[in-house]
């Protein structure tokens, strides 16, 4: 048997991340499109890594608790990448909370249930989170600590108070960081850490989505007026990663890291602040 990494969503990010850490691992990688699981399998297994590709949603508790169960077939969860999501170009509001809010906080919850003593996981939010202006006190504490079959039912995520997609997601992204917060204090009682990282633009096919999609330009804009210049790659997402899924990262947990090329510095105190 050996350990087991858990990769959830079998995208660009998630890839560069499990390419870092996952030497020597069993590696099940879920995806709702099960030929991009197949594509990133064949890709690391040829690269010489051990893959099982597998079909999963993210959005189904159901569907998590097979991939826990099909993981444990080959050995203990040591890790987990969440690096599945629907972005704003991608899908309506519903379909954006119910995969990148809800399905991130069940499969935070399950996999904390049974991660080995001194595992690690990291799970993907964005810069998006970031953007938007603080929430209560008594809104934050609701993301991170609701019962995750109640979080949909909050106020503050019901259809009348959702503007567009684009606020579905920043309102996700802004969960995921909350309920990091609380999870580590769970996942802290087996000894193990949850981190997340919120990226600035990356280039992969979600991005490339948002590049033709309405907000197109805005997007553009974003990366040529950040400090960075430019756009980030998968790779340097894994820099970090790699840092926080390490012993290096041992005493890093609970936390968010925005790594976004100065975007979002950019955004409220640069060229990249929107006009009053
Ligand atoms: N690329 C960026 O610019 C950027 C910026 C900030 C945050 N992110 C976040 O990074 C994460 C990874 O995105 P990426 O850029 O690598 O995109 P990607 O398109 O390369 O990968 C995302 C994967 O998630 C899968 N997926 C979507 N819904 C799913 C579901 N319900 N169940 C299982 N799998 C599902 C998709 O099929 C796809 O394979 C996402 O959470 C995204 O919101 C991306």
Known sequence: MKDVMILVGAGQIGMAIARRMGFGMKIVVGDYKMENAEAVA?????AGFEVVPFEMDLSSRASILNMIAEAQKHGEIS????SAGLSPSQAPVEAILKVDLYGTAILLEEVGKVIKRGGVGVTISSQSGHRMPALSAQIDEQL???PTEELLALDVLQPENIQSTLHAYQMSKRCNVKRVMAEAVKWGERGARIN???????VTPLAIDEFNGP???FYKNMFANCPAGRPGTADEIANVAELLMSHQGAFITGADFLVDGGATASFFYGPLKPKE
Do not use: E, F, K
């Open 42 to 46: 064949q890709i690391m297994t040829n």
């Open 79 to 82: 890790m987990l990448i969440n």
């Open 144 to 146: 991170a600590t609701t």
């Open 196 to 202: 997340s990282i919120s990226p600035g633009i990356v």
């Open 215 to 217: 907000r197109g330009d």
